[in-house]
């Protein structure tokens, strides 16, 4: 049993520390404020969820008291819509509430919580970690095999990042509406893009993205003058009538970065500690518990098989990267789109590529008519991949077009099956060769996938 001490106790900490006591570590959390404390990114994208189920923590939404988005205001590239998103799976939580019930539940998972403590010193000896900490009851010292880093975009100590080329500031309020509470809104405008966010509270939070020069140029001494001046822009101004600020509004970095130590000998960091995403995504909690949970893994695979450690790191690092590059083309395709509509100092120098449209999705018909084969570019070789508990090498089917290597799809491993695909034959024909390993109906949804994602064609 090794000792593990996670310092941070947002998503990426807690969900790294459950699942690293659940694979039989003794683990310490350091968490420096007290419980709820506000925190932003109170948008939950469709699959945080799933996630949370997969590390054990699915009661944490209902638990908190998050609603699901029912409909999302959107004014970006053209005429403004009222898009439905019933079903979807998208959240609004109190994040003051939803990170006390994850680090409620990885104490439930046998995590020892020191809050409010704080990190003093660290200090490498002989292998392992030796920490001051000032605690709820004095000063003390852990001693530990091995240091998680979640300490959001504060980063701690020795952090190192490459940051996108142009920055971008968040100005948010929260705000006691007199009246109803609108709903989600994305609107963009000339000089950035604005997100509404009703909370189950019942607050209005309201943030502005924009390069921090943008700031400097608007009128008022104060932070609050310049928020309500610049949300009149946003067509906010019936909603904020009579409406008034709850506590100080506040500006903070917004930039997209990548730390380039994300892992090594004895240490690991999580979540914005390791990796910031453009926020246009609202996919920053998502990925800071996909993160931990992958993050756990390769931890396990460092202290248990010391042996894979370049496997285990190697893996880790291609990870984020990935992440990291895949996010920023989607971001600046999605920036494209507006840039045509408000051509200026804030969308045109974040604009790349425009997102390519998907291809038609395949179905039954597509399948059982004309002949498959695989693409030229699929690959099959041996990658890391990630298994119950470590980092493994595996037969992986890759793709350019893929977001990643991928080992297993319908929790079938792929790299057999993609072997023995067989020449000259229909989709329901290979997925008929294929019954001895999987049913018919899963290696259809099989070859559909490869069929959506590039990794078969149809022969001319």
Not at 182 to 188: F, I, K, N, S, T
Not at 189 to 195: I, L, Q, T
Not at 426 to 451: E, F, K, Y
Request: proline share 8%; net charge neutral; with cysteine.
């Amino acid at each position: 049993m090794a000792r593990v001490v996670v310092i941070g106790g947002g998503p990426a900490g807690s969900v790294f520390a459950a699942r690293m006591a659940g694979l039989g570590h003794s683990v310490h959390l350091i968490e420096r404020a007290e419980f709820p404390r506000p925190r932003l990114g109170e948008s939950l994208s469709p699959g945080v969820p799933d996630l949370l189920k997969v590390a054990g923590a699915g009661h944490v939404p209902q638990a908190s008291g998050a609603n699901p988005v029912s409909s999302v205001l959107i004014d970006w590239d053209g005429p403004a819509i009222l898009r439905d998103m019933r079903g979807a799976g998208g959240l609004t939580v109190n994040r003051g509430a939803f990170d006390a019930e994850l680090l409620r539940h990885a104490c439930e998972a046998g995590v020892e919580l020191l809050q409010p403590a704080r990190l003093m010193s660290t200090q490498r000896v002989s292998g392992r970690w030796k920490l001051r900490i000032a605690g709820p009851e004095g000063d003390m010292t852990l001693t530990a095999d091995f240091m998680a880093i979640a300490t959001g975009r504060s980063g701690g100590r020795g952090a190192k990042r490459l940051y996108a080329q142009h920055k971008t500031i968040s100005l948010y309020g929260y705000w006691d509406l007199p009246g109803a509470v609108p709903g989600p809104q994305l609107r963009a405008g000339p000089d950035g893009w604005f997100w509404g966010v009703p909370l189950p509270c019942g607050l209005y939070n309201t943030l502005i993205f924009a390069d921090p020069s943008e700031l400097r140029k608007r009128p008022g001494r104060d932070t609050a003058n310049r928020l309500r001046h610049m949300l009149s822009g946003y067509g906010q101004d019936d909603t904020l009538q009579g409406a008034r600020l709850r506590g100080q509004p506040g500006a903070t970095d917004a930039t997209p970065y990548l730390d380039t130590e994300v892992i090594g000998p004895g240490m690991i960091r999580l979540g914005d500690a390791a990796l910031a995403i453009d926020p246009v995504s609202s996919s920053g909690v998502q990925k800071s518990v996909q993160g931990a949970l992958a993050g756990a893994i390769c931890a396990n695979t460092l202290l248990r098989r010391p042996q894979d450690a370049a496997l285990a790191m190697a893996f880790y690092r291609d990870t984020l990267s990935r992440t990291s590059q895949r996010h920023e083309e989607w971001a600046s395709g999605y920036y494209h789109t507006v840039a045509e509509r408000f051509p200026g100092s804030f969308w045109t120098p974040r604009a790349g590529p425009p997102v390519p449209e998907p291809p038609p999705v395949a179905g039954a018909r597509e399948l059982s008519t004309g002949i498959l084969r695989l693409a030229p570019e699929l690959d099959v070789t041996d990658k890391a991949t990630l298994d119950a508990e470590y980092v493994v090498s595996r037969p992986t089917v890759t793709h350019p077009a893929f977001d990643g290597p991928v080992t297993y799809l319908s929790g079938v491993e792929l790299a057999p099956l993609i072997r023995r695909f067989p020449g000259n034959k229909n989709g329901l024909q290979i997925a008929d060769d294929w019954s001895d390993a999987v049913p018919v109906r899963t290696g259809m949804a099989i070859l559909a996938w490869l069929l959506n994602h590039g990794g078969a064609e149809h022969v001319p």
